[in-house]
């Protein structure tokens, strides 16, 4: 075994410190040791490592077919907005205006011998933080009819809102994003747009990157600014904290009034459009990590690893080199040819002169699903050394080459499958129903009430009246209504911040 | 016919002006009509309409798989450059000083009833026109040994230079684009990537997008801003100036130097790295328009068309619509099965509630490479009938419905291959080997010299003595040496600017 795992008390593991110790140090230790990302020296901004970006490639490319199949189109929009854009829709700057990055010159000049900003603009430009409003002001020139609607546009664009505690892939000042904006003749077509969405994303997070996810619309604190309805996809991390996964904003008609965006309707009427927004982002990354992710580092469902399969070629001898390699490489195209999900299997030869010990844990601190060692012993039994990053690290399963293009799709199957079953196991045994008052709720979430103050709390589903001005009594405990998920119970109960009657089921936790 | 073709005198054409008659207005009507891109409220940043967004996925899409398949690894690096990163390579600062847009503040806030930058930054940040400098800080981290070289990362991003004077596609503030990155043990290694490279990209400019470019390397005056040596790809278009259509630059030591890129070789000795920098932009995107485009809009090879057949079902009974649409998507299924270069023919249905002329006309615009009409007739025949956007529009060919998913791979072929031959005998038109002098030179490129004033000049091969300051002679008359062309003939003769002997060949044109 490498030297590359450390001792952690009884078990050795290839990060420190482990989970139940700190899950924050551990999510950064992680991010580092499978080389997905690093701060960069631009506060807040990151650098997205090769893996990591493969991570986020494999998103893209489901994504996208997924998006074009219902019916939108790819377009680009400007990177810039003017100030006098964005505060076209008052709640809209009033949500952004704290975290903008704000263009105020168009040149670099020389003065007392150092560089400064110059050629002022007469208007400051905001690198974009959303594009409703530039998009809203194309949407307004294209327009005009019935006929044109429904515009149904999705954007893969970087955007920009200053963070003041930026985290890696959570909260960075800079991220990566799709952004979909469509425009719609009706309401009732632009609601439904909302929840179609909403149901995309749902099935992506939850097939794709096997994270389990609940679905439902944020209480009025939680909208998006500009909105009249946000709905959310919310997951369980393992320290039993909420990360959102996306939006789809119903936006009525807030915004084609602020931006102008007017049809004729069959009747010859002008009338405002009613639009929706909806995104997910490179934080997606993060969920992964959280959820799937264990002492030895990421575990990648299959379906999102950029590359599922590593061959790690054993050389025992130098003068072994060419025909070990050769063999690799023939196993390796062996396996291409089987497919999983409709594309053929990802497969990757590390050659490289390394040890095999420490290729062997770069790999699994990498969390490629699966290795396969193949060396001279093996290839005199036409066969092949397998290991599953979802069993302990020193199981193996020795299969013949004739087999692996039937077995590596179907335990690759097996492993998405697994993954997801177990971060469901693990979300339902942290769903609790039993709090009924702000008291118990204070006491639930105060770590030194927990057996391991570093891993506590969890989702609490509770009743909620809807009260304005309850949910500022959930800011306080540092707590927030997750979600009103879609799926309610229909019961009776009381409200666990005023105890009025109340219907209303909400998961309420803390969150990213 | 429909009405959206206008009368140009003799001929009917859908573009006004034609190419002869004004060709920048042509080309900014070509992409108005053709729903490429328009100019976004933020000066010198355009809007990417599907139609043009569907393109740049297609080079996307192709050259993503050349990058990949030549060992690079795709990466994402911030969109800010602190400005004293930029200041380390004294000529990199220097080249792009002049055109940068600076990021002063973090948020706005209300002044005086009016929203103001605030949260001014202590250094500012400069969105970044090119990466080299925030990609060489990650390399110093990422490079220790010689193991850890080559280092071959490439980026797809966005970029800024500010524009003065901004036209679509070809100049614009923010465009998209690909950059490459890597570093080298050796001298000898950078190099032989650098032209690699150069050579990829010809192969992908040449049999993808159908535009033939004399790839060569860059004069001094030409070269980019802390480079050892640029080499392009220039194209002609149809008003016979040059378009540079990618570069890849040999960097030598300068910027490992000014990054700090450095390893320990096979001796144990610590050394700089040799490093390279490529790019194309959606300025191609340009090129296409410019080249391929006639007088009834854009012509689209079919390799780069987001959509290579559109299907027009003909209804002239509201009766028959079903039937003819259920035709329509038969046939459309079928072509589907037909492969093109490896891929599923890409064909899309137009069952928009639109007059039949009309929409014929758009697509002709937009430069679809095929029209196939089906309507009850062709039914009854069990047929189609097939419009190809290289002929006449009115030119038609039936084909029997069985025959179409041999026949519609083969026929984009020989568009694709037609378009190819076309550019390149217009561009072997107006190659001039005869020019030797100044003067010869200046009369060569005045318009009124000229039959057609608007059209006028073209690539003169000549040589050149290459002594420093001569080429100021030729930006007196508005040109510049394009490139010093790989391919030399070896003659002897006397420089075009000095009339001291020469044996260098050199390409001078008018330039975008």
Redesign the interface.
Known sequence: MSGTAVNQGKTRTAISPVREQDFPEWYQQVIKAAELA?N???RG??????WG??L??RMQKHLDQKIKDTGH???????????S???REAEH?EGF?????????????AKDGK???A?ELEE????RPTSET?VG??FS?WVESH?DLPLK?NQW??V?R?EMRPRLFLRTA?F?WQEGHTAHATEEEAKEETLMILELYRSFVEDVLAVPVIVGEKSPAERFPGAENTYSMEAMMQDRKALQMGTSHYLGQNFSKACKIQFTNKNGELEHAYTTSWGVTTRMIGSVIMVHGDDDGVRLPPRIAAKQVVILPVIPKEELREQVLAYAHKVAEEIRQSSFHGESVLVHVDD???RGGEKNWQWIKKGIPLRIEVGPRDMENDAVMLFRRDKAHKDRLSLKREELAQKVPEILQEMQDYYFRQAKAWRSEHIYEDITDLAELETFFTPKNSKKPEIHGGFVRAKWCGEAGTEEELDKLKLAIRCIPIEQSGTQGTCIITGKPATTDVIIAKSY
């Not at 901004?45 to 090769?50: E, G, L, Q, T, Y």
């Not at 400007?78 to 100030?83: A, K, M, N, Q, V």
């Not at 400051?124 to 690198?127: A, E, G, I, Y």
């Open positions: 690093e960069s020296p631009v901004c990151m650098v997205i490592r090769p970006y493969g986020w490639e189109d790819n377009a680009y929009f400007p990177l810039f907005i003017p100030l854009f964005l505060e700057v205006a704290k975290e903008c990055a704000v263009v105020t010159h168009h040149r670099l000049e560089l400064v900003p050629g400051p430009l905001v690198v530039i002001d194309c020139r006929r546009i664009a970087n920009v200053w800079e990566l490289r002169d390394l």
